[in-house]
């Protein structure tokens, strides 16, 4: 299977610095949280979820939520494969998403975690794709906003491959 061409879009030095703003941002918004539920959206999240929690200084739990919606680059119907397993009633509750773009996605996982009895919910993206918006979202912290292109790596996928790249990288569009 040939891989596609990627151009570096984000490098893993700017990630990385993003990241440690985000996790003070965070970390200020909750120094009298008692514990932060963190909540993050599989796959894609992974590794934006597992770097970003390692920064925070606030009590953490974490759980996760799998919704669907792609395939190759296509988005068809929304399938939900996994909802919370921790009780959130009453929680505060940051779900961690690698990119909100249509906002279908994260509007169902809203919904999911008010279902759930979630008091308060933030949303923080890596990225967050506003020219591709059908459905106004939430989006309390925001990584990077990026256009309407297809972007891989930092655990977003192409037919799951490419999420292991350490940066956002633009599949050129012939190829994606």
Known sequence: MNEPSIDVLIPQEELENRLDELAAEIDNRHRETEALTCIGVLKGSLYFLADLTRRLKTPIEIDFVQVSSYRGTVRGRLEVKRRPQLDLKERTVLLVEDIVD???SVATVLDILAEH??????VCTLLDKKPAREVEVPVTYSGFEVGDAFVVGYGLDLDERLRNLPYIGLVKQEEA
């Open 102 to 104: 249509s906002g279908y």
């Open 117 to 122: 009895g979630a008091e308060n919910v933030e």
